[in-house]
């Protein structure tokens, strides 16, 4: 297919690189210019405006956030103004429920078809095309996409005709994450305040009844005490949990441990922690039980 | 080995079975009698008195709660007056760090060795031999005791030689268990009332980053708002929290999630859930989003 | 003085009439018409639209919240519109940090003065002229307002230039009463289920420690259950939270007790409560606590 | 009256003078010797050990904690063994429920009256002999102690005839002050953040809307961030705090604000505050806000 990619962040730029090596036509955009190099070595074009990407069968963004995401497809020259009719934009970001809709409306207004298509996984499972794709909107366009799903993701879940569903999931699943490294950080600062080896109790939980890549990666680094470099920084996992919440509002769900985890979150933003991984928060109960050497200020000393 | 075993519950029953599957010599004990029946027919003998099972290489304990294990081990004509010099007491009840601190001095007093084995795993996972072992203690003894851990379980992790490590261990893995269910009744509230498929939900999360036991049997409970009979019931899982909360009180860790899960489990007693499944605390996010028909009480009146 | 009076809730309607009562000439304005009729008895004018009450010296505002308040204020034909150079906005309305910050800056560049002055007391407080007014800004229009002040209020607190500070201590002492309807909510369900009287129990606490009209009012509201008519209703409630946590954010300030609030506030409303009186979360203790009787519910099914 | 009085801490050597001044006969008896020395001098007579001050027709006990008041009463030769039948043992320290069962049935079977009589105020309370008292137990034992409690406090409140529920109020209350000073904490460290001055804020509130001591006494003492020396040191609103929680537990009443006040406590003393005034927790939300400058830390290194 010929298609245009939006957003080259560490994510986007292994999904295009996916689909440049699957035979696709890929054309590139970024704001910050220059980084597309590498993919045009693979075969990829880089274009200097979002206009450039737009004349193909789809457009596909994969963008920081919903101020990212609005300026790409809401602004004059942007992607309502210059997708061709019919054409598809395959949004991929992980944005709010409230900016889906507006997309599914402008496009709709546009003649263009929309689809929402966040994913779970970190940069290393983009790199290996082994995303898990979480996807809504009209099936036949779903039908359409899925060569392009193929190319970046190991398996694809349509969850409905509302793109915004597709959203809410993935807003869903960030904080099920979020809440996993909640309670693995008071569970580590537990079991370490009472002398038992960190590493090795992480080991055996996910030996054994929490044998998945969330338990694993987190429980590691709340162990090692080590949230740098950041694969995924707190103020992105403290903006889902706030998106998280924002649809909870409007639904009226009140969510307790999604509360917890937006003050955990705003707190290691306020004590200095915005550029550690989102896992920092999982930090904060040793800081609490007063073993201050495993919390993330002594990381950020350590980087100071 | 020429073992006892005490506690013939539904976990207890199917570890025993198993013990004397392996070829294992096992005379059993249970308060209340009749429960060894159908292990006697495998060939086990059934003792009328804890003394009865006590003349062995070691003696199996798996009890419901502190009450029970000390009533077996503590009083007059319990184990640590009939055990003989050298024997074992393997602990494999989901009990206190106090009481398992108090039994590690008992037993050395009395010349008895004493190991803690807690075990992750449901009813089934013990049918299947598949049980998760966390034992701690004097390391010859463990290894005097991995007949019997093969015989039970899947795999055996020593985290140490303080017995009561072995307990925290388990007590925080339970706590893990329960945050999820907290965490997946929340999610489940929030894209139940934005009209999204409960269960297709789940298999969608279960099928990517949650693919292990607890997220499958626990999120399709709650999606199926279905919690009985109890596997596990409420009681029990109220029990495990206040025993990790009294054990991070003794060690100065502050513990909001766990605090949460406390209030959790005491509303769900409080307003009658007392034979439902522990799962029921992720029917309360429903609860208060005012879905009536989702929460625990619609439950009780389907069972009334 | 010559003023203008937009907003003629109950809060308002009596405000106004302090203000005709101490002998100023005071013209009204409330979007739907006809609220001023009792206030034309006392001498009063009404107008028809916002530019009929901007001719004099000042105009207050008393409005429910941010989205009428920027109705009137900066909408074409509004406040900002109509009022000449060098007249005085008095806001008391109970409006967010952000708002205050745009009329701020847009009556500045109007070249007309503008206060923040919001109040605490309920109707009962405004129609004794007895209300708490918390004001900021231009200290030399702080004087020229006493007169207003000392006809609504019994007493003024000056905070600084800078208006939105008195937002914020108004929102924040919002937060502090819902903080002691709650824990009033939980200490009467604690009492309740011994078995104390309530009534008794409040009576005590309030002639005693607690000798406020917060404790009182809500106290006794709380131990009656009885929660209509609302003189402040939920979803009022649910708003201040809401703007002292948008605030929190904004100054990275976690408020884990706000927080709670907030999911009382919204399990209120999701459960059908948003007719109620804003204390009305003060008896969810005593449902989760298994005393349905005293749960708004029972209120909602003897109005219903 | 001719009475004992056991506990001569900084709240019983006020009381006990004031019943001196009142003309009632008073021996003393503390666990540790001399505290009574300036009470000898207004003409009480100090004993060497609990029998020596139970020849009267009453004693008061005012002790720190369950453990001390275990001590005093049900060991050999504590005050079940040495009260005269038909003598009064007037309890008026912050004690458990379960205790002052167990005080009542020990009471009881030893043919010796019992009241429990807890106290609201602070040590210059007590000097001033303006306590207020809340007391349960018989009616006409509360008559004849009528004397005692004009004595000492302002005010006495009875609950009921069971003597826990005096307890129980009393707890209450503590959770109630407790949760104003969490309040206060988070209410100050918003505003404080917003640069709004932090001890005129609180006089703002606490001559308006909350002008009772308690907000007076700890809202001053947050602004300032000064909570040594402690005058209720936060063991001790620790120990309240978990003496509700316990209460709560047996009630089956979950109580989420208490939770959270209980993990706030436990963190305070974890990170090195246990000889800090209990209001220190309040300092805490300025801790998460990183403002640490106002933290209880920076005054521990203070006093270093």
Redesign the interface.
């Known amino acids: 297919m010929k298609i245009g990619f939006i957003g080259l962040g560490r994510m986007g730029a292994a999904m295009a690189a996916n689909l440049v090596k699957a035979g696709h036509e890929v054309s590139l955009f970024n704001r910050s210019p220059g980084k597309g190099r590498s993919l045009v070595g693979l075969g990829a074009r880089e274009a200097t405006e979002v206009a450039g990407v737009c004349g193909g069968d789809a457009v596909v963004t994969m963008l920081a956030d919903d101020d990212a995401a609005s300026a790409i497809a809401l602004i004059p020259g942007g992607l309502i103004d210059s997708l061709p009719k019919g054409s598809i934009h395959l949004s991929m970001s992980t944005i709010s429920i409230a900016l889906s809709r507006r997309l599914t409306q402008a496009h709709a207004r546009a003649g263009q078809r929309y689809l929402a298509a966040p994913v779970?996984g970190r940069p290393d499972a983009a790199a290996a095309a082994k995303l898990?794709i979480?996807t809504a909107g009209d099936p036949a366009t779903i039908e359409d996409c899925q060569p392009l799903f193929r190319a970046m993701g190991q398996?694809t879940?349509p969850?409905?005709t509302?793109p915004s569903?597709a959203n809410?999931?993935k807003l869903?699943?960030n904080?099920?994450?979020a809440?996993?490294i909640?309670?693995?950080g008071?569970?580590v600062?537990?079991?370490g305040?009472?002398?038992?080896?960190r590493r090795?109790?992480i080991e055996?939980?996910t030996?054994?009844?929490?044998?998945?890549?969330?338990y694993k990666t987190y429980g590691a680094l709340i162990a090692r005490g080590e949230f740098e470099p950041a694969a995924f920084a707190a103020p992105l996992g403290y903006k889902d949990i706030?998106l998280?919440l924002a649809?909870?509002?409007g639904?009226?769900?009140?969510?307790?441990?999604?509360?917890?985890l937006?003050?955990?979150f705003?707190?290691l933003?306020?004590?200095?922690g915005e550029h550690l991984d989102w896992s920092a928060i999982g930090a904060l109960?040793a800081e609490?039980?007063?073993a201050r050497q495993q919390a993330p200020t002594s990381s950020l000393s350590a980087a100071g």
Do not use: C, W
């Open positions: 779970f898990f979480v398996r879940f969850v409905g509302d569903a809410l999931v869903s699943g904080f099920l994450t809440s996993a909640e309670a693995l008071e569970a600062a537990l079991i305040k009472a002398g038992i080896d090795a109790y055996i939980l030996a054994s009844i929490f044998n998945v890549p969330a706030r998280a649809a909870a509002e639904l009226r769900v009140p969510m307790p441990l999604a509360s917890l937006h003050d955990r705003l707190r933003i306020a004590q200095g109960a609490d039980a007063g």
